[in-house]
């Protein structure tokens, strides 16, 4: 009887071994031999990754002014950019401050979407294009967003990205 038992269990403990040696295989196969698997195609560098956040931030940073703190506000603006934007940004603020100012309101930005668009024309080695959507808000008018999709250079001087142009990008 003990013999008919082990040749009824034998065939069990092969396919057994068997079945553990092929999981194992495809582990092997899926985790280390794939180079499909290694680099995702379309996954953005750490460069890439906070140029995108950067130019959110900025950008918010661009719109967002309130009465009360407007200078600390401008401040943060001006410091969140470079070269003819900054200049530009600069020469705006008795503007900027007067229409807030007169038209009894502040201003406020939140970004909804960014998204790589790639490498800067101007300068392919630190700098990037990124497309930002944002809904710009009166307090006079918190329920109806304005909203902007702004195409912004962002370049990194000193370690930190700053945006160095932004134009308005109409959709059709």
Do not use: C
């Not at 092997?28 to 560098?45: H, I, Q, S």
């Not at 024309?121 to 702004?150: C, H, M, W």
């Amino acid at each position: 009887m003990p013999e008919s038992r082990r040749a009824s269990i034998a065939p069990w403990i092969s396919a057994a071994v068997a079945g553990v040696v092929l999981v194992a295989l495809l582990l092997a196969y899926f985790l280390f031999l794939r180079d499909d698997m290694k680099a995702v195609v379309g996954e953005l560098t750490t460069s890439e990754k906070a140029a995108i956040t950067a130019a959110g931030t900025e950008a918010a940073n661009l719109i967002t002014y309130s009465r009360a703190h407007f200078d600390q506000d401008y401040q943060r603006a001006i410091d969140g950019t470079t070269g003819a934007l900054r200049t530009d940004v600069v020469g705006k603020r008795t503007v900027t401050k007067q229409t807030i100012t007169s038209g009894k309101f502040d201003a406020s930005g939140v970004v909804t979407h960014a998204a790589l668009v790639g490498p800067s024309e101007k300068n392919k080695t630190n700098g990037y294009v990124v497309l930002v959507t944002i809904n710009g808000f009166r307090s006079t008018a918190k329920d109806v967003p304005i909203q902007q999709n702004l195409q912004m250079t962002m370049v990194q001087v000193k370690g930190k990205w700053l945006a160095a142009d932004v134009t308005n990008v109409a959709v059709s």
